[in-house]
């Protein structure tokens, strides 16, 4: 069985359309529906082309569809057709009435879909046949109840009857009944706010008040865990220098403010003591100059304690001659450098650490 070549070429074009999705689909679930639609009919060749046909040529017909969608996805549907057959031999015309049912599988996202059923035939001046059909369709909705749908079937002849005919079916269907209520998604409960806890922080060291042991630390302060000030350790010095008139130990007034610096330094930090350090120019014999020495530093040790009241275990007084010469040689500027008292106090002192 061959069909005609007119048949191949539009089930061909058919089978050939962009498939496009069809977004505008209502909810068809549970609904019925019904078609009308006008079709283009073509036997198999060999009906055309045989006496036991009756030389059935291709006609065109009408007809209308009463279905029920399952689903988005399955429908079943009766059909009944009455179409107008030609004949190759002449110019007569034979009815030919067609009924049967089909159940229908929509492509998901696509307007899309595939058709087979089972169908039984009775044309004039032929005898009653039954066929399987398989088809392929596209629908596009127009609106919430209408669609305009396309579809192509290929008839199979059942039992002794071999043949393949096929149709081209044109049409519009309309829901009928409501779309069924989509129930809308149980909103997610807000989320509950966990209470604010307020923690007291009366110094805003960072520091909690239930564990700050140094309530009240400066905001300029850096504290350790236990709110309390970080101190960080450093040492601090003073040094004295003061001249001498050759073979004298008589303090020039000038040197007077820097021992007072002196005297305030050890006061800041009375957990220090000072070494006095006498010194002499070699000149003379080095008897002499070791007793020159003590006498300058001395000097400077009583005003330390007469005048400034700088106790008198703090202060030591040491000479030490010619044996420590600031600037080595017999030239006058030499002599005039050696003679020289030297204190240095060093200190340790804690100073805090800023944020």
Not at 7 to 24: D, K, P, Q, W, Y
Not at 56 to 69: M, Q, S, T, V
Not at 124 to 148: F, K, P
Request: net charge negative; glycine share 8%.
């Amino acid at each position: 069985m061959k069909l005609s070549t007119s048949a191949i070429a539009i089930m061909a074009a058919l089978l050939s359309t962009t498939v496009l999705a069809n977004s505008s689909k209502p909810v068809v679930t549970d609904r019925a529906f019904g078609s009308v639609f006008a079709e283009y009919y073509l036997p198999d060749g060999d009906k055309t082309e045989s006496l036991e046909w009756n030389y059935l040529d291709k006609g065109y017909g009408y007809g209308f569809e009463l279905g029920y969608n399952i689903d988005e996805t399955w429908a079943v549907r009766f059909e009944y057709a009455r179409d107008r057959l030609e004949q190759l031999i002449s110019d007569n015309k034979f009815d030919a009435d067609r009924f049967g049912v089909d159940a229908l599988y929509n492509i998901a996202g696509t307007g899309m879909y595939l058709v087979g059923g089972l169908k039984h035939f009775e044309v004039e001046g032929s005898h009653d046949t039954q066929a399987v059909n398989i088809g392929v369709g596209y629908r596009h909705y127009v609106g919430e109840r209408v669609s305009l749908f396309a579809e192509m079937n290929r008839f199979q002849g059942l039992t002794n009857d071999s043949y393949g005919d096929a149709n081209i079916k044109l049409g519009v269907s309309m829901l009928f009944g409501s779309a069924p209520a989509v129930a809308e998604p149980t909103p997610a409960p807000e989320p509950v706010q966990a209470p604010v806890v307020v923690v007291a922080d009366s110094d805003n060291d960072g520091v909690p008040d239930s564990r700050d042991l140094c309530p009240g630390t400066p905001s300029t302060d850096k504290v350790d865990a236990n709110g309390c000030s970080i101190f960080t350790e450093k040492e601090v010095n003073f040094t004295l220098k003061a001249q001498f008139a050759n073979d004298s130990a008589e303090i020039k007034p000038e040197y007077n403010s820097e021992i007072a610096d002196l005297a305030a330094f050890l006061k800041r930090f009375p957990g220090t003591d000072v070494e006095i350090g006498g010194h002499a120019s070699n000149v003379g014999g080095a008897a002499y100059n070791l007793k020159l020495s003590e006498r300058r530093a001395d000097a400077v040790a009583k005003v330390l304690l007469n005048e400034h009241g700088i106790s008198a275990n703090r202060v030591t007084v040491k000479g030490y001659g010619v044996s420590r010469p600031k600037v080595a040689g017999n030239t006058q500027a030499a002599h005039a450098a050696n003679r020289r008292i030297e204190a240095v106090v060093t200190a340790t002192i804690k100073e805090k650490v800023e944020r």
